[in-house]
């Protein structure tokens, strides 16, 4: 199971991934991110994409094995936080 910290990197550049776009609310942050608490206000509910397990399941298990799919998520979300914390 990926381990998910809730830091919400991710949830504010969705506007630079193809994929998320449209849960862009016009500044690159997911129109679902409370960022004061960066908590997901449909977290029961959120898309597909935003649920790394299901994801992998549904869409990359025929393109990746699970371990690199984690791997490079891991990565993505040190790489994502590194640039939040560093800009702000």
Not at 11 to 17: E, L, P
Request: charged share 30%.
């Amino acid at each position: 199971m990926f381990k998910c910290i809730k830091c919400g990197a991710c949830c504010r550049v969705v506007g630079k991934n193809e994929m998320y776009r449209q849960l862009d609310r016009g500044d690159g942050c997911c129109k679902y991110i409370n960022l004061d608490t960066n908590e997901c206000s449909i977290y029961s509910k959120r898309p597909l994409l935003c649920r790394v397990d299901e994801a992998y399941k549904v869409i990359f298990s025929t393109e990746l094995s699970l371990e690199e799919y984690y791997r490079l998520n891991y990565e993505a979300c040190k790489l994502l936080r590194n640039g939040v914390e560093s800009n702000g």
